[in-house]
């Protein structure tokens, strides 16, 4: 691939902890349904995974909210549920439910049958959708690809959709934790062959979705979530200094285990609203760089109101990071909602640029 210089690393930086002009913003589901051109989009396409499914749309969809706000990184459109797809277990949305899989995956027997998908054929229309993005993008900003955890990907695999309590999969926790770890163990797997595919075909950092490991007790997280996210940290190729493809190992509700996930090998850690940044930034000690976290319930609030949240935020880490705001990426503490205002969105990012420059 033709290589663009990057115009604005501003994100790549402040994952390396390197001095910045102010502090990068980009939020998770940025592009999406609050947005109209989205909507459009995504009824010319017919549904969501048809626009996952075709490169030059997932492009398309991929840039709207570059268009409107001056965000500091593009994420790659797609979906965490793509690798149990290819795996054969069948991805549908039912409207207003959320995502299904037509075999979910409730035993030992199905288990042993899962393999790695291949990446440049199964999953190629991921692969070429980083690769179109790319060179659309330019060199604007740079491109996050992403991935599911092992974890939260096994919860929709063996729950067959979304879950208020996980019943399943921790029944299986309880009762065959052989088969929960050979399921996770198979995950890691497609996880690390997946996001260094995406890393070959352009993306510029890589993060990690860990949605669903803060409804762990501690001591479950760290025999069925964290050692496999600091797998993926030690083993994913990712090249060295300042050509090193940063890993952000995003988790809600990981706030108790800060300390190890700041050892784990990953560049940045993405945390939630129910922890402080500056307590955040005390506790992991300059070992990686910071992202979050906005409540995004925050975008209700006024502009004004969402003005003040930010700069509270912003100097939450500054104090937590002994008075520099550097190794900080601003984001929410989770995804976007479909109601939320755009622009709300405008004047998060913009007082984010505004009131953290240096
Ligand atoms: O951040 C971005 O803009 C990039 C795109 C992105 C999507 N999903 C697009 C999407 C990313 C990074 C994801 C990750 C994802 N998908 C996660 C982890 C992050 C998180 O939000 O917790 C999870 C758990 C999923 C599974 C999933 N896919 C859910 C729960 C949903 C929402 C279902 C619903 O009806 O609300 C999806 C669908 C989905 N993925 C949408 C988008 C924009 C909505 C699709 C639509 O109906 O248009």
Redesign the pocket.
């Given at each position: 691939m033709a290589i663009t210089p990057l115009k604005n690393d501003r994100f790549l930086r402040a994952l390396r902890r390197e001095p910045v002009d102010h502090t990068p913003v980009?939020?998770?589901?940025?592009?999406?349904?609050y947005l109209p051109e989205?909507?459009e989009t995504?009824k010319r396409a017919g549904?969501?995974l048809a626009?996952?499914k075709n490169p030059e749309i997932a492009c398309e969809?991929?840039l709207q909210?570059l268009a409107r706000f001056p965000l500091d990184a593009a994420?790659?459109?797609?979906?965490?549920?793509t690798i149990p797809d290819a795996m054969g277990l069948e991805l549908y949305?039912v409207?207003?439910?959320?995502?299904k899989f037509r075999h979910p995956v409730r035993d030992a027997a199905a288990i042993a049958k899962l393999a790695v998908p291949d990446m440049e054929t199964e999953l190629r229309y991921v692969m070429d959708a980083v690769r179109v993005i790319r060179r659309e993008l330019d060199g604007k900003v740079p491109l996050?690809g992403?991935s599911?955890s092992p974890w939260?990907l096994a919860c929709?695999m063996v729950e067959g959709g979304?879950s208020k309590d996980y019943a399943r999969i921790k029944a299986m926790a309880h009762n065959d934790p052989k088969a929960l770890h050979a399921l996770l163990s198979v995950n890691t797997d497609a996880v690390i062959a997946y996001l260094s595919a995406q890393r070959a075909a352009g993306a510029q950092a890589l993060?990690v979705?860990d949605?669903?490991g803060g409804v762990l007790s501690p001591a479950m997280y760290r025999e069925f979530s964290l050692p496999y996210l600091t797998r993926i940290a030690r083993e994913l190729p990712r090249g060295e200094g300042s050509e090193r493809t940063p890993l952000i190992l995003?988790g809600?509700g990981n706030a108790t285990h800060l300390e190890t996930l700041a050892d784990s090998g990953a560049e940045g850690v993405g945390v939630d609203w129910l922890v402080e940044l500056g307590e955040a930034a005390r506790r992991t000690g300059g070992k990686v760089a910071l992202q979050g976290n906005l409540d995004p319930a925050t975008l209700y609030g006024s502009p004004d109101a969402i003005r003040t949240e930010v700069r509270r935020a912003l100097d939450s880490y500054r104090d937590g990071n002994n008075g520099s705001r550097d190794g900080h990426v601003f984001n929410l503490g989770?995804?976007?909602?479909?109601d939320m205002n755009p622009d709300h969105v405008a004047a998060l990012v913009d007082e984010v640029h505004a009131y953290s420059a240096r």
């Open positions: 980009w939020l998770m589901r940025q592009a999406g349904r989205y909507r995504r549904s969501f626009m996952a969809v991929t909210p994420i790659l459109f797609s979906d965490i549920l949305f409207e207003g439910e959320g995502p996050i992403f599911g939260t929709y979304g993060q979705f949605t669903w995003f809600k989770h995804g976007m909602s479909p």
